[in-house]
């Protein structure tokens, strides 16, 4: 799931601290390491979910790789539109995750669809501020609807949207995203420590373009 990278629409907690213009760029990097750390997988084919529809991110982002704009709705909608797509195309499983954690190991991905193959109905990946970062599915469950998006709480009212429905979801390890200038140092510090692996686009933005700000 991503968004078209353009300034002011993208990154904007971000954006009040650094500008809108530098936002931008960190997260057109955000997707270019993103395509190349899971483009490539033998395991999966990546697909791109994009909005608005009317923006040129197939052309722009997406290059040769499968590129599809989001449907209306609120994000619970668009999530669950999203996966149904992509299993209507044949795939017995989908993993969905965002555009914040480029960082996202790739051993989390396996283990997603790991869990689906055997025999998982809903996967989950927290991130440390309360939501998720990655829901894997074989079919689209009845867990989007009534979650107050956005909040300290969109993983616990998903948990029990699962529960109503007789779903058991599978939890993996947390992740954090980096929507603020706290998760944006915390990526920064983590690169220069090498606990992460090389986003190379990402590293390349943040040492041009904001060298000092977070050292």
Do not use: N
Request: aromatic residues 8%; charged residues 20%.
């Amino acid at each position: 799931m991503a968004r078209y990278p353009r300034p002011g629409r993208v990154k904007t907690r971000l954006a009040a601290r650094i500008g809108a213009d530098a936002a931008a760029e960190l997260y057109r990097a955000f997707l270019a390491d993103i395509a190349a750390r899971f483009g490539g997988h033998p395991g999966w084919a990546l697909h791109w979910a994009f909005e608005p529809a009317s923006a040129p991110f197939a052309g722009v982002v997406a290059g040769a790789r499968a590129a599809f704009p989001q449907t209306a709705g609120d994000l619970g909608s668009r999530m669950a539109a999203a996966l149904g797509y992509v299993l209507s195309l044949g795939y017995r499983h989908a993993v969905l995750i965002g555009s914040d954690v480029p960082h996202l190991p790739i051993a989390t991905v396996e283990q997603a669809f790991a869990r689906l193959c055997a025999g998982a109905e809903l996967v989950l990946a927290p991130v440390e501020d309360g939501g998720y970062c990655l829901i894997g599915v074989r079919s689209v469950p009845d867990v989007f609807a009534g979650i107050r998006w956005g909040t300290a709480d969109v993983l616990a009212e998903t948990l029990t949207a699962a529960g109503r429905v007789g779903i058991d979801p599978a939890l993996l390890a947390a992740c954090y995203d980096v929507d603020d200038e706290a998760g944006l140092a915390r990526l920064r510090a983590d690169l220069e420590l090498g606990r992460l692996p090389d986003l190379a686009a990402t590293r390349g933005v943040l040492e041009r373009a904001m060298p000092l700000r977070y050292r």
